[in-house]
DNA sequence: ATAGGGTTAG
């Protein structure tokens, strides 16, 4: 060892090479490393000088300080390296330095450099380190960190604590940072600000919320900081509207309203859709940043005002940024601008940005440009949850299911050992994908989502659970529905809408009826467009004809809520149903909307279960006028015509078809047994189990004494044209064999017997199969389940939920 | 000398 370092109480520990060298030695050495540009300076006169015990010449201590002040730490570096490190002094000041730099490995390194060479931290070295811990992500750092603190007793410095209280909510870890708090001998503001804005960041705004209050209460008057994060608090939690406005006041009153409160305010008013609100606290600034210029354009947009947020947009003229365009682009349904934005945020440069192109796949999904939400997504470069989550989304939103169930396997197959960054659904992805689930009616594997639902512990959140209980619903499991709706702990609005309907396509309407009367009595949340959609829907398909016109009425008198034209189209249903065509084309001709061809159809199924060409003739006109390619109400009058003996008409229409390049969907009934899917079409042969089905069908079709084929009409007038292939695919095609019995049967000999056999059909159930399902039940004394193409029939005992009208 | 801060996509 030299003489140099023998002389030196700083011995330094070098990881490389395992040596004790003196510090000097190595640090010069390491800090060539960092200081590449530069030389480092050789050691002298001057450092021997310095390595006595004397204090640091204050000019040279006032030189470090300004260094590391401006942020040069490489001449803050070699300044240190020529100056007495036995001061705790010049160690703080490098490692606050780093700190302020963002270099936080770097002071954690020199924190551990410090501690090694004997020096002892004090209770300024602490808030700085702390701090870097918590910027560099590690929590075991900054535990290590606590340790010492805990030991040298510098656990009842409020720096200190205020700092950890930081460093642990922004690891998320809200316990030990409310410990630190709650052990804390005297507290400051800083020490209630850090509590409560720490719980806004790791997400929990009622816990920020009440500590906002405590905080006053104890006698703490709320600075901007804590008014800050109380806004933003009030803005993340339901219901605090009032609340907010009470600390826009606060600040009123205590002079604090510089921009960056105002802008808080600003946004929670935005949040709050308070849009008057909003504008006024915009124009009373005297002074905006771009950030308010963002907001107050975010709140246009969302708030339907996409006009108004295009003339803030263009009042900004160049000085925009990404967040300016992702808060604009909502408005871009509405002005139909989302090309032009797109590529004015190419021209800018903005792109690629994760978040701005996840905005415009929102944005292209919204306005049902699936292909252009594709090709953003396909092409970006870095994807993270929210994106897959968008591109989901963007897909269920537009029917397009298959693509969504696709892309959902890929993030579910994903290699989540590759690496701790890989992507795993969450609460938004499943609430995203379940619709999928419903739509493609694959009961099985909608179950298996709702497994990792509970494995991933999203078996308490409300919106992961409103889509279970609609999927299970639309599945055909309406006993899970109500399962899942009983376990929603914060029903909100969407829950409440979803069981209504639940039952009500289910056929027990007057049970989406005692919902409906339980929501508003007991449950505080208020209906909106949908519940009363989702009740008409029940009035309708139950027949609850008086109910339903109370309902209608009452809506905008007591809820004011004006109907929309998918509340006509229950009440077409509604009134069709009596049997009163007259009044319902009325009814049509009377509302205060342009009819659509779902409005048509609505009266073209009612003229057909009562048998009324003429009206049929005229709805159907109406169709398609607007859908020329509407398969069901050319069958429809196929039907008709054919049921009534007029084969000049069944031929025109069957021609009709052809010119329009229509051709009759294939019927066909999927069941689901021990997790796989069956699908038949008519007169089916191809399952596995074929001779059993027929046999169990024969047996059926026994006990319910369902009489021969009779030779109708129809059926001879067909027969007596027909060449006798196609007299094969007529028989095949006999109501007898219709796939619904063949699913059904397979359904009766292979599924539980406490359960109910569920059946998808693609297609409206035939009268003769409905009646033959009827009657099953009855004999077989199971509960069939058959959705058709719009509700869901349950047979039990003989009767129908449907009450013979569908 | 030290600690705490506003905007964005689902």
């Known amino acids: 060892m030299s003489a140099l370092a023998r002389c030196s109480p700083i011995y330094y520990n070098c990881d490389a090479c395992k040596c004790v060298s003196s510090s000097q030695n190595h640090q010069t050495s390491e800090n060539r490393n960092l200081v590449t540009n530069r030389r480092s300076s050789k050691p002298n006169r001057l450092i021997l000088h310095n390595r006595s015990k004397n204090p640091n010449d204050p000019s040279l201590t006032r030189a470090l300080r300004e260094f590391a002040d401006s942020g040069l730490m490489e001449d803050a570096l070699h300044l240190f390296d020529e100056m007495n490190k036995a001061d705790v002094f010049v160690w703080n000041v490098m490692i606050k330095g780093f700190t302020t730099c963002g270099l936080y490995h770097e002071a954690l390194r020199f924190y551990s450099r410090m501690v090694l060479t004997g020096i002892k931290a004090d209770s300024f ?39 950890l209280i930081s460093f642990y909510m922004k690891l998320g870890c809200e316990r030990d ?17 850090s509590i409560v804005s720490g719980f806004l960041a ?111 947009f263009q009042k900004m003229s160049e000085r925009t940024d990404v967040i300016t365009l992702i808060n604009l682009l909502p408005a871009c349904e509405e002005i139909l601008e989302g090309r032009t934005v797109h590529g ?101 594997e909608g179950r298996q989502l709702h497994a990792y639902v509970v494995k991933a512990r999203y078996s308490s959140n409300t919106i992961v659970l409103n889509s279970l209980v609609h999927m299970y619903a639309m599945c055909g499991d309406l006993e899970d529905a109500r399962k899942c709706f009983d376990q929603v702990v914060f029903k909100d609005v ?53 109910e339903g016109w109370d309902y209608f009425n009452s809506m905008k008198r007591e809820y004011g809520i004006d109907p929309g034209i998918e509340h006509y189209v229950y009440m077409v249903d509604l009134i069709g149903r009596t049997g009163n065509l007259s009044s319902a084309k009325r009814f049509i001709e009377d509302m205060p909307f342009v009819p659509t061809a779902r409005v048509w159809g609505s ?29 069901g109400c050319y069958v429809l009058l196929l039907n008709m015509y054919s049921e009534a003996g007029r084969w000049e008409d069944v031929d025109r229409i069957k021609l009709l078809m052809k010119s329009q390049g229509v051709s009759k969907t294939t019927s066909c009934s999927t069941v689901v047994t021990r997790g796989r899917t069956h699908v038949f079409t008519n007169g089916d042969r191809s399952h596995v189990e074929t001779n059993k089905i027929y046999e169990v069908l024969d047996i059926v079709s026994r ?17 007596s044209k027909m060449r006798p292939e196609t007299l094969l695919k007529k028989k095949r095609n006999s109501p007898r064999r219709h796939s619904v019995r063949l699913a059904t049967c397979l359904g009766l000999i292979s599924t539980e017997t406490g359960r109910a056999v569920v059946v998808r059909n693609n297609t409206r159930i035939c009268r003769r199969c409905h009646e033959f399902l009827e009657k099953a039940s009855k004999v077989t004394r199971r509960e069939i389940v058959v959705g058709d193409s719009k509700i869901f029939h349950h047979f039990s005992n003989g009767c129908c939920s449907c009450g013979n009208y569908w």
């Not at 940072?177 to 600000?193: G, H, I, L, T």
Request: one cysteine or more.
């Open 703 to 719: 006990m319910v004494e369902e009489e021969e084929e009779e030779e109708e009409e129809s059926y001879v007038h067909c027969v």
């Open 177 to 193: 940072a409310e410990k630190v708090f709650d052990e804390m001998p005297e507290r400051d503001v800083v020490s209630w600000n």
């Open 202 to 312: 790791v997400g929990d705004g009622v816990r920020s919320l009440v500590m906002f209050k405590e905080m006053m209460e104890c006698g703490f008057k709320p600075d901007r900081f804590s008014i800050m994060s109380a806004l933003g608090a009030c803005s993340h939690v339901e219901d605090c509207l009032r609340m907010g406005k009470e600390i826009h006041c606060y600040a009123i009153r205590s002079g604090i309203e510089d921009v960056m409160v105002l802008t808080s305010v600003l946004d929670m008013y935005s949040r709050y859709s308070e849009v008057s609100y909003a504008e006024r606290v915009f124009n009373g600034m005297s002074n905006r940043n771009i950030v308010a210029w963002n907001v107050m354009i975010g709140c246009y947009a969302r708030n339907g005002r996409g006009v108004d947020a295009f003339l803030c």
């Open 603 to 631: 009266l073209l199924k009612a003229s057909r279960n009562h048998n009324d060409i003429t009206v049929a003739e005229f709805a159907a006109e109406q169709v398609l006028k607007m859908e020329h390619d509407n398969t």
């Open 125 to 163: 070295t602490y808030p700085f380190v702390i701090k870097s811990a918590a910027g560099a992500s590690s929590l075991l750092e900054g535990k290590t960190v606590h340790a010492a603190v805990i030991k040298l007793g510098f656990d009842s410095d409020v720096y200190v604590c205020n700092s």
């Open 344 to 444: 004015y945020a190419t021209r800018r440069g903005f792109l690629p940005h994760v978040v701005l192109e996840t905005a415009l796949i929102d944005m292209y999904g919204e306005g049902g440009k699936v292909k252009s939400a594709e090709a953003v997504f396909d092409r970006m470069g870095e994807k993270n949850l929210v994106s897959w989550n968008s591109m989901i989304a963007a897909y269920v939103r537009n029917g397009e299911n298959y693509s969504a169930l696709k892309l959902f396997r890929e993030l579910w197959d994903w290699d989540w050992d590759w690496d701790s960054s890989s992507l795993v659904p969450d609460s938004t992805t499943i609430a995203s994908i379940l619709p999928a689930y419903a739509e493609s009616l694959s009961l099985s």
């Open 494 to 546: 969407v829950s409440w809408n979803s069981i209504i309907m639940a039952y009500a396509v289910h056929g027990f309407g007057r049970i989406s009826v005692c919902l409906f009367s339980e929501m508003v009595t007991t449950s505080g949340v208020s209906p909106n467009k949908s519940t009363f959609a989702s009740l008409l829907a029940a009035c309708s398909i139950s027949g609850m004809i008086d």
